[in-house]
């Protein structure tokens, strides 16, 4: 008996973990641009000196007509405020009533067609307006004064009379009964699904939409649900995106991140923190980074969870341009991009002629030659002993091996060993101590190994 209550008690913990759990069903509203709207008549009027909206939207595309697609309006039947997108641009636009006329503030110049953007507007009378798109925020102080009572937010479109629909798609739409502060605007751009609720009078999200009956519920649980005229719902994926530090697997904050959407040879950005996908479709994705290598990857939309991995960015080293090639990798070559390159060099200074060891490690070729046709061999041949000799043929020898396992062709081997050949003869020739002649011999001979062995390989001998 006490076994299976033992047995079922395992089982009751681990029940709820067993099934993995669905997406919820997302909509998005698509709006036509001519007669599409959802309109919230507030169930209570809401006072207002201070208040934020925030919206999260895509123009789909660019008319010649003004469109006015969120506003919100008092109980005599005036705009408080409007987003709007001017005729035949991609702006986005704030117009604010205060008692001294109608301010305009441009939130983005250029959102680009297709681009999932997050606009918030806050004002707070007499004191400030706080605006953003896409994680930037800003704030203005401002003298103007305003107090009205919100009675009605029209999404999509301007007013019954002057309709101003938008062509494009509403996903979420936030209003407070205050002015949030910077760091609030921001926590809702890391993560829309879990807004500030002090103050929340509307929210309407892609998992509320009441596809059945023509309802855009509100979550703020005040009652303000939205009623859809003609905007029709499309169902999209919202999986979870995490990105992590390859190397820490700490997840990498989303205002650092960047999504974009790549089909048809057109790529589209998308909020991270919430990246809205069509649904049950397979999908291009990439994913970037500051500092960060970005990442593509292909997925199906339907699952919860996309996790992410990016690698830092490695150490990158020039090479001359005249070799057509402008960077070599380290991480290609699977070193470690931890190794600290500046302090392995220095151990290179030690010795007289190190710099000339250090340009050779860079890759620093121009550097390297420079060093070479400068050194002052009177002064300093004598003190350039065997050890530096032996390690720059190491190091050539290195280099050479280097350079052909990356880019797999002789020619720039073959450069980079007659660069090599010209600086080891300039050291070898006049200085006549006993010990560099059969050195250097030996280095020209490996390097001669070296660039036959490459010259068998180029020609299929090997
Ligand atoms: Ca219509």
Redesign the pocket.
Known sequence: MRRLLVLLLIFALLAPALPAKAQESYYALSF?G???KVTVVLSNTVALSEYTVVAIAKYRGVDDDWKRWISLWDDAGNMIMRFERPKDTNLLRTHYVTDSGVPIKVLASDLGIGNVFIAAFAFKSGQFIRYGVNGDFYEDVISDTYQANLKEVHVGYYSENTLKVLTGNIYYVLVYSRALNISELESIYNDPTNPPIDGLVLWLAPDSVDTANDIWQDKSGNGNDGTIY?ATPERVSIPRLYVYDANTSEQIPYMNVSLTLIANNTTTSLIPSLPILPWNETVTLNISAVNYESRTISTWTGVDLISVYLAQDTVQLSVPSEFNYTFVDLATLNVSANVSLEKMLSLFHHWPGGSLLDGLFRLNVSQFIKDVFTFDISVESHSFSWVGMLITGIIWFGAELFAWFYFKNPLPVIALGRILYEGMSKFATPAFEILQIPIAGFLLYMGYLTIKMMFEKWSGER
Do not use: S
């Open positions: 036509d001519e007669d599409d003609g």
